[in-house]
């Protein structure tokens, strides 16, 4: 269940990413945030 949250919050953070809506609010940021928290599941899988 987690996972599907996860996943889910992922897509829309990379849609509004790639529509602008992060750099117009100043939050790119989240993208680097969600980078760093796949980094160790590649790491450990």
Known sequence: MLFILYY?????V???HFAG???RY???WL???LA???FPA???L
């Open 8 to 12: 889910v919050i992922a897509i829309v």
């Open 14 to 16: 990379l849609v509004m």
């Open 21 to 23: 809506v992060l750099a």
């Open 26 to 28: 100043n939050a790119d």
């Open 31 to 33: 993208v680097l945030v």
């Open 36 to 38: 760093a928290t796949v």
């Open 42 to 44: 590649v790491i450990y």
